[in-house]
């Protein structure tokens, strides 16, 4: 046979694998194409309709949403029902998973959603409780305010009668793959309320610092050191706030006379011995090293970097004669965002519809938590203050002991239900304190095996000790926010109060979680107010576990509002809060020892003074000093460093990048990464490279220990003989090499292309399906990363773990600077978007302007809004 008729046969094989690799690759491409447009029809199908009109069965009236080109909503309506019934019906449009997600974390219900990996969540969250305070809160209310969160609640609800699954949520779709049995349940006021109780447990401030210190006080107390020895050294790296180097909020309390005429009488007396309510529980949440950890991952964490910074300066100083007002909440990074901005407006505004507001909201609860009014402004920073305690109990059977005789244990058994798994049943233990959670998380069930508690001035180790009653050892909880608050209410007379009296008033309602509140007025006025339920302790201030079996222990009450600071437009001309003290410790009451020891509080009024020396103040000077990135640590690290003798010239050109450094945290600056590193491992060869490892924990804190060791090389911490290390000189340059190979090892060995921003980024990260551990589901959610400047007790408070990642965690999750001038002109920006639907245009189009502290004026007059609208969504009242 030739080879011409051989030929034949092969080029007809290889036209048939021609043809058929074609047809597959065809076919392939049909499925790919269809698995995306169902992918996008999936996505887009939860998008909100936004223009239009939608017929809503209980309405009473047409209400309109008129949302501007971040998809911000501005709702007017004619009456209390029909706005805050709107409002509940946006909410639900834009973050309607959001929102179910928390109020199954709230009751302690997640295992529903998620299945058994979420038990010991529900274990924890349960035993606390939230859920059955905010019912008791709910029953408390007043009518009116009870119907505000009724109308709500009915938005929402409207909103679920006509989408379910996919419809509401990309999160839905992805959900039932899981728990296809799995239908929202209808909305209820008690699930708005219930996150008031999530929030006060992200601001709890010093329950960490408690238990690190009970621990640290065990284990040295293991490692043969007395209780005083053990005692001294806590009270070392716990130091007082550095009142000569930091300032007070409230140098002076402005009294009685100095305030406006009329002021309303405080809400509570604080007189009354506190009631320990049976709603009393506690928390517990995802699969993470620990219990309290997983709660705080819901949240966005508790710890380091959780604060804020607020400050009001008077017309005195600015360059329109009128206030300005300055607020960036730090708070865990979080996608959605925290916060859902929007603004509530009455069409005609009376005693009946009293509302013409906008600010910040929380998806899932009416009314607006930080903003202002036609009249005016106001903005939170966390209180710090001591508002929750761990008491040592002994146990014996069903019983525990107090005051020398047994008492029976409130016992309660409940049930927690598991998606796709059985039901596991649930026991909770009560004292006179609250909650037993020992036995829920790691660290109460440490501190439990090998107690320690306050006795007098000090430390008593439990076990043995011939003063303690027989019987098994538990931990319980005495927090605020178990025994039923009036916040709830608060929220209202916030959004209508119309001067510094009225403010006050709506101040003494806001009693968890304690905030400073900062004001200013159209009359020119500024002022603060410190509120929240401060308990009166007995014989004990809560620095470390109390004694529970003797009462002397116990809170005896309140402080009463009218004697907790107030200032009322202060000489200075400006008020600072940032977590740092409030007031001087000669003040009346005991409030905390745990404060933020106030270098973002000390830098901020600096700033302050030395700008409006220059130049009267503008808006662009507050949003300057809101993106100021000095490092308060890197200053003294670049002068300290000066004289440490170094080999290998690697580090002595990384060492070189300090001494012109500005000690600017910014994003591009390598100087900036070697600081940051050169501090991580400094502070962890100092405290936690040890034979008994010292807590890092709060950089502010330490900050204040290093600085007065630098200033004194004889300090012992100095020596580390683990590793060899015999002095000041010798740990600094250890600290500096090691900060050299780390930073060569992850960005190169050229150091002049280090950068902070990539080290420091941001990932958002969703608190659900962002961390299922399969990854394309995660692609679908997360983004980022994001490169940003900040860092820890840095004005620009971006925070990072020491010890564990420089990756930014916590965040000035908004910024607003509001103009009592031009409300219109105030500006505003939050960490991510308006929308929490993956992939819509508005699910993260705010995060490159708030990396780049960029704000933008937001509308508030009738026309400005209307100008600014560009879309218009009429809700009419069905026939």
Request: charged share 20%; with cysteine.
């Amino acid at each position: 046979m030739s080879s011409e008729a051989t030929a034949v046969p092969h080029r007809s094989l290889a036209g048939r694998i021609g043809r058929i690799a074609f047809i597959v690759l065809a076919a392939l491409l049909v499925l790919a194409t269809a698995a995306a447009f169902f992918l996008t029809w999936t996505i887009q199908r939860s998008f909100p309709q936004t223009g239009g009109e939608l017929t809503l069965k209980g309405l009473e009236q047409t209400v309109t949403v008129q949302r501007d080109d971040r998809g911000i909503p501005t709702i007017t309506a004619s009456s209390t029902d029909d706005l805050f019934f709107a409002q509940g019906f946006t909410h639900a449009q834009d973050r309607f998973f959001e929102m179910d997600f928390r109020r199954h974390v709230t009751s302690g219900r997640v295992a529903e959603m998620f299945g058994a990996s979420q038990v010991a969540t529900d274990s924890f969250l349960r035993t606390l409780g939230w859920r059955a305070v905010a019912e008791q809160e709910v029953e408390a209310l007043d009518d009116t305010t009870r119907g505000y969160y009724e109308a709500y609640a009915d938005g929402v609800n409207a909103y679920l009668a006509s989408h379910s699954g996919a419809d509401l949520s990309l999160e839905y779709a992805v959900l039932g793959l899981q728990n296809p049995d799995y239908e929202p349940e209808p909305w209820e006021p008690a699930d708005s309320v219930a996150w008031l109780k999530a929030m006060a447990w992200d601001l709890r401030t010093n329950i960490e610092d408690e238990t690190d210190r009970a621990l640290l006080a065990a284990r040295l107390g293991a490692a043969g050191e007395t209780d005083a020895e053990a005692q001294a050294l806590i009270e070392k790296i716990y130091p007082s706030y550095p009142f000569d180097r930091n300032p007070v909020i409230v140098p002076k309390i402005s009294t009685a006379d100095a305030l406006p005429t009329g002021t309303a009488p405080a809400s509570y007396s604080g007189d009354a011995q506190p009631r320990v309510t049976d709603a009393l529980t506690t928390v517990d949440w995802q699969q993470a090293d620990g219990v309290v950890e997983a709660a705080s991952m819901l949240l966005g964490g508790a710890g380091e970097g959780i604060g804020s910074n607020s400050w009001v300066v008077s017309g005195d100083l600015t360059e329109s004669g009128m206030p300005l007002l300055a607020n960036d909440p730090h708070l865990g990074a979080a996608l959605p965002s925290v916060w859902y901005q929007v603004q509530l407006k009455c069409e005609k505004v009376s005693q009946e519809c009293p509302f013409d507001v906008g600010g910040f909201s929380f998806s899932g609860l009416p009314g607006v938590i930080i903003g202002h009014n036609a009249e005016i402004a106001w903005g939170f920073t966390n209180l710090t203050t001591d508002v929750a305690d761990l008491y040592i109990e002994k146990v014996e059977g069903d019983e525990y002991w107090r005051d020398g005789a047994r008492e029976p244990l409130e016992i309660e058994k409940d049930v927690i239900k598991v998606a796709g798994g059985d039901d596991v049943p649930l026991t909770i233990r009560r004292t006179v304190h609250g909650p037993i959670i020992s036995g829920l998380t790691d660290d109460f069930t440490a501190i439990a095996d090998d107690p320690v508690a306050e006795s007098g001035d000090e430390v008593l180790s439990v076990q043995g000790a011939a003063e303690v009653p027989e019987g098994e050892v538990a931990v319980s909880l005495r927090w605020t926010a178990l025994d039923p608050g009036t916040t709830s209410t608060a929220i209202f007379a916030l959004n209508t109060a119309r001067d510094f009296t009225e403010f006050r008033r709506a101040a003494s309602l806001f009693d968890v979680p304690a905030q400073n509140l900062v004001y200013a007025d159209l009359e020119g006025n500024i002022g603060y107010q410190a509120p929240g339920r401060l308990p009166v302790r007995g014989a004990g201030d809560g620095w470390l576990p109390q004694p529970g079996w003797d009462s002397s222990y116990d809170w005896t009450g309140f402080i009463p509002f009218d004697e907790l600071p107030v200032s009322y437009n202060p000489p200075e001309g400006y008020i600072v809060t940032a977590n740092n003290a409030i007031v001087t410790d000669d003040y009346e009451h005991f409030l905390s020892r745990d404060w933020d020891h106030g270098y973002r509080a000390g830098r901020i009024a600096h700033l302050i003074e030395r700008r409006a020396a220059a130049h009267p103040l503008t808006a662009q000077d507050l949003r300057d000093i809101q993106m100021d990135d000095e490092s308060w640590i890197g200053k003294q690290l670049a002068v300290a460093m000066d004289d440490v003798t170094v080999t290998g010239d690697g580090v002595r050109a990384a060492l070189d990048l300090l001494r012109t450094w500005d000690a600017q945290n910014e994003a591009d600056s390598a100087a900036a990464a070697y600081a940051n590193v050169l501090w991580a491992r400094l502070a962890q060869n100092i405290f936690a490279e040890r034979e008994v490892p010292l807590p890092v924990g709060d950089q502010g804190r330490l900050f204040t220990v290093v600085g007065a060791m630098l200033d004194d090389p004889s300090d012992p911490l100095w020596t580390n003989d683990r590793l060899d290390v015999g002095g000041m000189d010798e740990m600094l340059a250890l600290s500096a090499q090691q900060a050299y190979d780390e930073l060569s090892a992850r960005q190169g060995e050229d150091a002049s292309r280090w950068s902070w921003g990539s080290l420091h980024a941001l990932t958002l990260t969703s608190s659900t399906f962002g961390t299922s551990g399969i990854a394309p589901i995660e692609m679908l959610f997360n983004r980022g990363p994001y490169p940003v400047g900040g860092g820890s007790s840095v004005v620009n408070a971006t925070g990072w773990r020491l010890g564990e990642s420089y990756a930014t965690v916590t965040v000035p999750s908004m910024r607003m600077v509001i103009d009592l001038a031009d409300f219109d002109d105030s500006t505003w920006i939050h960490l991510t978007g308006t929308s929490g639907h993956a992939f819509h245009r508005q699910y993260t189009d705010q995060t490159e302007d708030w990396s780049r502290g960029v704000q933008k004026p937001w509308a508030f007059t009738k026309k400005a809004v209307a100008k600014a609208a560009v879309d218009t969504l009429v809700l009419k009242p069905a026939a």
